[in-house]
């Protein structure tokens, strides 16, 4: 329990209690979403995306299935009609999964055991114990679609599981972000050739929590796989990968 309400903590002043991020973010998203959007927050932990998105006036279907999680977005945003909160986990077909669980850092709680076997390789992973497990639902993209509208702007945060979110995808979305890690290099460059085969898609990267684009351009998919493997890879920058139709 102790351990619980500590990760909870951790995740609460990480990204809702810093000064100036919510600034940062919402400048950032401005250029994916404005009033009136639909956006996906797929993986949307204690809602530091869910806050941005409403101020730029986005309505926002946040996708989390972690219950501790749940229980501060409803806490939060439960009480706003521009909200839709889903107790659910997104991944390549409908039926049922178990996430693992890390109590102390629920921020990586993933339901992929690969990834979890890969990241736990590396130093910065050293302190972390997937404690506990739970049984949740899962849907698909293209299920949420029917449901609530195509998305404006999907961000995909599910710690390892991106590659079957996005075989539940069978059109192109307007924009979308997804996260990269260098420790599962491989893995994005799977998720990225996904992403590519749905749609004519240039992209970018924004380092860990920044909310800056590392290219002044953006790329295609071969050029963006180049910065990450020769420019990301080698620090360890993790972040995320963003996608946007071409116009």
């Not at 590396?122 to 997937?130: G, L, N, Q, T």
């Not at 460059?189 to 996904?194: D, P, S, T």
Request: hydrophobic residues 45%; glycine residues 8%.
């Amino acid at each position: 329990m102790v351990r619980r309400v500590w990760g909870i903590a951790r995740s609460l002043v990480m990204y809702r209690g810093i000064p100036g991020r919510h600034r940062r973010l919402r400048r950032f998203y401005a250029q994916f979403l404005g009033p009136g959007d639909v956006g996906f927050d797929i993986g949307a932990h204690v809602g530091s995306r869910v806050r941005v998105w409403r101020s730029l006036g986005a309505r926002v279907i946040a996708v989390e299935p972690q219950p501790d999680c749940l229980r501060v977005l409803r806490l939060l945003h439960g009480r706003d009609d521009g909200v839709r909160i889903l107790p659910v986990a997104v991944g390549r077909e409908p039926g049922r999964a178990r996430l693992a669980l890390s109590s102390a850092t629920p921020t990586v709680s993933s339901l992929s055991p690969e990834w979890i076997g890969t990241v736990t390789t590396e130093r910065s992973f050293a302190r972390v114990r997937w404690d506990s497990s739970v049984e949740v639902g899962v849907v698909t993209l293209d299920d949420l679609i029917a449901a609530h509208g195509e998305p404006a702007f999907c961000k995909i945060d599910v710690e390892g599981f991106e590659v079957d979110v996005l075989r539940g995808l069978t059109r192109p979305l307007r924009a979308l972000s997804f996260e990269y890690l260098p420790p599962a290099h491989d893995a994005a460059l799977a998720a990225l050739g996904l992403v590519d085969s749905l749609g004519d898609y240039a992209y970018n990267y924004s380092p860990v929590e920044t909310m800056r684009l590392a290219s002044d351009t953006w790329l295609d998919a071969d050029a963006l796989s180049r910065l990450l493997a020769e420019r990301f890879r080698p620090l360890g920058r993790s972040g995320d990968v963003y996608a946007r139709l071409r116009r």
